[in-house]
């Protein structure tokens, strides 16, 4: 069982360029949840994605967006990149509440 | 004040030490995760808690909910125990501390 998986690893985006992310939750898993780091932070959450919906948001703009697909496979897409969205963004994924598992995440670096 | 607040913030110890990080929250909660970051980035969830005490290998995880606290022991602990172990409570929306950096000596 391959758990989580996230594409790209690592990047390197321009300020004011687009980017997306991409996650595959583990096998039988059904919701998806994106979280940002920045460095020497704690993760803070973005939202998270369940039957194709998005069901919460965390105190994010709208330059971030995302979507889910029926496989709940997930994208995380954000616009108009600022330098202070440098950071690794983590996806996680669970079945009804019950143990989160994480990716290894995407190194994303805006210069 | 951050809604989830761990201590220390560093910890320094010798192989075979017994380690314990400490977990207080101020929102109510319907569970509580340990989770173990290795400096890669990944992270590895170790314990799901909403009530009493938890145990595997070398690692115990307890909750009080009523004093709204946490903590993780170590027992033994091993060089390979070293990277940063965060507290983070919720089930759909987590919302972490600031982790324990914890790094053990041989």
């Known amino acids: 069982d391959a758990g989580v998986t996230q594409s790209p690893t690592h990047l390197i985006k321009t300020r004011g360029q687009q980017v997306t992310l991409r996650c595959s939750p583990k096998?039988?898993?059904?919701?998806v949840s994106w979280y940002q780091q920045a460095l020497g932070q704690g993760p803070q959450f973005i939202f998270q994605y369940y039957e194709e919906e998005e069901r919460q948001r965390g105190n994010f703009p709208d330059r971030f967006s995302g979507h889910q697909y029926p496989n709940y496979s997930s994208e995380l897409n954000v616009n108009a990149l600022l330098l202070g969205d440098s950071a690794l963004y983590l996806c996680?994924?669970?079945?009804?509440?019950?143990?989160?598992?994480f990716g290894e995440g995407s190194w994303l670096t805006v210069v | 004040k951050n809604e989830v607040e761990q201590s220390p913030q560093n910890l320094t110890a010798q192989e075979e030490e017994f380690i314990t990080i400490n977990c207080s929250y101020s929102v109510g909660i319907s569970a509580l995760h340990w989770l173990q970051q290795h400096p890669g980035g990944g992270i590895v969830s170790l314990f799901m808690l909403s009530s009493g005490k938890k145990k595997h290998g070398r690692l115990i995880a307890t909750i009080n909910i009523q004093e709204k606290h946490s903590s993780l022991h170590i027992t033994a602990s091993h060089p390979r125990d070293s990277a940063v172990y965060i507290c983070?409570?919720?089930?759909?929306?987590?919302?972490f501390g600031t982790g324990t950096r914890l790094q053990v000596f041989p």
């Open positions: 096998s039988g898993h059904d919701t």
């Open positions: 996680a994924s669970s079945f009804s509440g019950n143990t989160i598992y």
């Open positions: 983070a409570v919720g089930t759909d929306k987590l919302i």
